[in-house]
């Protein structure tokens, strides 16, 4: 989810690139997920396809519904347009437009008239999240976000995008319903034109792919160096973090800072992370990022792919400065994903959702009235209250985003109390709105299970064990590494994406290889049970014969050889929100080449960071992950 602000792309008499940026729109109360499956019925959508483009439409969409048995006649299907839905269970807006749009019977009868319905889990699907999304960003000439609308070609070239859309037309964008008419009679009037644009789409999708260099691999600094300068160079001084709001973790590059000695961008960034609202005070964990500079106002939503990669920059944080306040949100990260987030059987569900009783953020709100009857004493509650900057008047919707705005020495002073005596109602006072919190109604949980989110987090408890020495994380580690690799793995080395009711489903992509495969060489270096690192190798071995490009000996695709056919078959290399997967793989060959001395692993890391190195040196920003390898 991105916090969106519409506004709209328009050339005359040319398809039209719509994006949300702009004015953020008032919020909607979001559908509960009982209203959320009702929605899918009244918009006749095709739910988590197994693929939806490459081929005819007709060959492969199954519909949810029998209401879809005529589109898919191959005589029928060249004719229809495809509006592609991509969103997520934790995204905010992707609700708010289910709610306005996607659940309203007039709308709904717009969208099934015109097009073949299609909602798609970017969790899920990450694939044609990753094509759709650069296709918007090349027609709107801008970056999207989620949820993500496009319409399709019936072939699956894009022709228009967008993301978030209002049912009525306001923030300089058009009604939903008005632009689904627009956009119906453009493919009607427009055909070539658009099949002319198809084609540049589809070239400018070639030209993504960085192509090998003849030149030997040279390994220089100056990659390093100049990311570092770019990080210093955009690094806001005062608050921590880069570049203005919104503001995200950016773990890898904080890590990357740590590696080469610089401490303070890390520790600023960190400190103010730790200390915001962006962090849960009361239980751990943090919130996907920060819509202000000051990391006080979150987006609500807590994922764990964030959380991995955060708990373990806590981990060497705390090894770099010495800081307790990182050992502290360490434990109390690691707590809420042991407490909350681990199922039975020990892998890690997805999200948390933003919203909960129709409302973003309610669950971690407080009004002063609220922590008064809680704690029953109004000197502790004025402590509490003075500590995390709680007001009458609040500072988001009239409730209070809970951030420490003083320090123990101030308010030693202000209440004459001894600093440990303030320290003790601090955590006594955080105990019981812990407590209380509880019976509120919680936000939603995603609660399937994806083997790369899983695995950073895997890291991550490792990580804390090296630090802590708390066996408690060692076992949490294994547990979830024995679940990935007893329900969602194959004995050939095959990894499966998505556990979900009782069953692993679709083939893994190159994330989940690449981080799984680095997880449980961590692992073995703590734990040296030989299964671990065969394992290891197993499924390197995998990637390496499904995965590889062996035409240009560049790297590693996204998808696998026997995944089906797309648009395009993409090769990342630029860091996210999470580390890219050629990255991630380039350090786990290196690491195992010291294990096992086979050359190929070593000639292939190689081949990777010779694709990119040219690229790297010229905008190193997006290579962390690589630098560090």
């Not at 029998?66 to 992707?94: M, N, P, Q």
């Not at 024995?482 to 893994?508: A, H």
């Not at 190929?600 to 694709?611: G, I, T």
Request: glycine share 6%; aromatic share 12%.
């Amino acid at each position: 989810m991105t916090t969106n602000n519409p506004t709209s792309a328009h050339r005359p008499n040319a398809p039209i690139a719509y994006t949300a940026e702009g004015k953020q729109p008032a919020r909607v109360a979001p559908p509960r997920s009982s209203e959320t499956k009702a929605a899918f019925k009244t918009t006749e959508f095709i739910v988590y396809v197994v693929a939806v483009v490459g081929v005819l439409i007709a060959s492969f969409l199954v519909s949810t519904t029998d209401a879809h048995e005529d589109y898919f006649r191959a005589d029928r299907a060249w004719f229809y347009i495809v509006l592609l839905s991509i969103g997520y269970a934790a995204c905010h807006w992707c609700h708010v437009m289910a709610h306005e749009s996607f659940e309203d019977p007039e709308v709904a009868a717009v969208m099934n008239r015109l097009f073949v319905n299609v909602k798609v889990d970017r969790e899920e699907r990450p694939d044609l999240d990753q094509i759709y999304q650069t296709a918007h960003q090349m027609l709107a000439q801008r970056t999207g976000g989620w949820p993500l609308t496009m319409f399709l070609s019936p072939d699956g070239a894009p022709f228009f995008g967008g993301t978030y859309f209002p049912k009525q037309a306001r923030y300089g964008l058009p009604g939903f319903p008005e632009l689904c008419e627009r956009v119906a009679a453009l493919w009607q009037e427009k055909r070539a034109e658009i099949a002319a644009q198809n084609d540049e789409v589809l070239r400018a999708f070639g030209r993504t792919l960085p192509r090998p260099m003849p030149q030997p691999l040279e390994l220089a600094p100056e990659p390093v160096r100049a990311l570092l300068d770019t990080l210093r160079a955009n690094f806001d001084a005062r608050c921590g973090g880069f570049g203005a709001a919104p503001k995200f973790p950016h773990p890898t590059d904080l890590e990357l800072c740590l590696r080469k000695g610089e401490i303070e961008m890390a520790h600023i960034t960190l400190k103010h992370m730790c200390e915001g609202g962006i962090y849960d005070q009361l239980g751990g964990g943090f919130s996907r990022y920060s819509v202000d500079a000051q990391w006080m106002i979150p987006h609500f939503e807590k994922m764990l792919y964030d959380n991995g990669p955060l708990l373990g920059l806590l981990a060497d944080a705390w090894l770099a400065t010495g800081e307790a306040l990182y050992a502290k949100c360490a434990e109390e990260t690691a707590g809420w994903i042991m407490r909350e987030m681990q199922s039975p059987e020990g892998g890690y569900y997805s999200s948390l959702d933003a919203d909960s009783e129709g409302e973003e953020g309610k669950f971690y709100l407080w009004t002063k009235k609220e922590i008064l009857e809680v704690l029953n004493n109004q000197t502790n509650a004025d402590i509490f209250c003075s500590y995390y900057g709680v007001t009458e008047g609040g500072n988001f919707e009239g409730r209070n985003i809970l951030s420490s705005q003083n320090n123990k020495t101030f308010l030693s002073n202000k209440f004459n109390k001894p600093v440990q005596v303030i320290d003790e109602i601090l955590r006594d006072s955080e105990s019981k709105l812990f407590e209380a919190r509880k019976h509120r109604e919680h936000p939603g949980k995603d609660d399937k299970i994806i083997t790369s989110w899983n695995s950073l987090m895997i890291s991550a408890l490792i990580k804390a064990y090296r630090v802590s020495s708390d066996l408690d994380y060692l076992k949490a580690a294994i547990k979830a590494a024995d679940f990935i690799e007893n329900r969602m793995s194959s004995s050939d080395g095959r990894l499966y994406r998505i556990f979900k009711n009782g069953q692993p489903k679709l083939n893994g992509y190159l994330d989940d290889y690449a981080f799984y495969v680095n997880s449980l060489v961590d692992l073995f270096e703590v734990c040296p049970v030989p299964h671990y690192l065969d394992r290891a190798i197993a499924h390197t071995d995998f990637m390496l014969n499904h995965f590889w490009d062996n035409e240009q000996n560049s790297g590693f695709f996204f998808t696998s050889d026997d995944h089906e056919e797309l648009i395009i078959r993409t090769k990342n290399y630029y860091d996210l929100a999470i580390p890219s997967g050629n990255s991630m793989a380039v350090l786990d060959l290196l690491r195992l080449y010291h294990f096992s001395n086979r050359d190929e692993y070593l000639k292939r890391s190689e081949d990777v960071l010779r694709a990119v190195s040219s690229v790297a040196r010229e905008n190193p920003f997006g290579f962390g992950q690589l630098l560090i390898a």
